[in-house]
C-alpha cells in the first residue's frame, strides 16, 4: 500500500532505539524524509550513519532531550533548515517506571508527571509552528495501555500515562481541523527495557535463553496471542496513522498489545 508519505517530513522523538528506531526506518521506508533526536551523542550519531547508508540526506538525527525547550527549539530550527518542513510528529521518547505506591517519593511522583506530561507538550509547542503550515499534518502520541489498564506496580506510570492521553485527546479537538492526532496504546513490546530486565536476571544468576524469558514473560502477562509484540508492528500502525490516508481520523486510540486488554 502506498501511505502517501514520500516528499513527507517526519520527526520522531527517542528515535535510536526499540519502537522510535523502527519508526524511522519504517517512514524513511515509506518515502519520507525523518529527523529524530535522542539524548545520547554517540548513539545519535550511530543511528545516522546507519540509516544514511540507504536513505542519504533523507535522514537526520539531532541530540535532544524532550524536556528541554531550548534544545527542542534548536530542533525544529535544524530541521526547518534542513527540509523546510514538518508534516509528522510522533511522540515516542518515554519510559516506565517500576515501583508500587510505598516505594514512591514525592520527587518520584514529580519526574514521572513531568516526563510524561511535558515529554509530550514540550516537543508539540516545539513544531507546532511547522505543522500548521503544512496540508497533511498529524501527530501519533505513543503510550502504554497502563493508560487504560493500570497496574499497582507501575502505579506512577499508570497514573501520568492515563493523564497524559486525556492530554492527546484534547489537543486533537484543539488543534482540528489543521492537526491530527491519534495515539497508540501498548501492551508488552520487544524493547530494549525488557532486553535490561533480561540481563539482570542473569547478572543475579539466573540460567535462561531469551526465548525462554520470553514466553515466560507472555505467559505471566497472559497474553492471547501467545508472544510479546514486535517493534516493527507498532511502527507499521504509526506510520499508518501519520499517513494522509488517515485524513479522517483523530482522537483515535489504537490498541497494540496482543489481545492483553480486559476492557472494553
Partial sequence: MNLELTGRVAVVTGGTSGIGFSTVGR????????????????????????????AGTRVLGVV???LDPAALARFAATVEQRFGRTDVLVHNAGKSRMAGFDALSDADWTEELELKFFGLLRPTRAFLPLLKKSDAASMVYVSSLLAKQPESRLISTSAARAGALNLAKSLS???????????????VIDTGQWER??????????TLTRETYIS????????PLGRIGRPEEVSAAIAFLSSPLCGFMTGTVIEISGGFSRYV
Avoid: K, M
Fill in 64 to 66: 535532544a532531550d524532550v
Fill in 173 to 187: 479537538v484543539d488543534f482540528a481541523p489543521a492537526i491530527r492526532v491519534n495515539s497508540i496504546l501498548l501492551g
Fill in 27 to 54: 517512514l524513511l521506508d515509506e518515502g519520507a524524509s525523518v529527523a529524530f533526536c535522542a539524548r545520547d551523542a554517540e548513539r545519535v550519531a550511530t543511528v545516522e550513519e546507519q540509516f544514511a547508508q540507504t
Fill in 216 to 223: 515466560e514473560l507472555a505467559a505471566d502477562r497472559g497474553i
Fill in 197 to 206: 530486565r533480561y540481563h539482570e536476571r542473569l547478572a543475579a544468576g539466573e
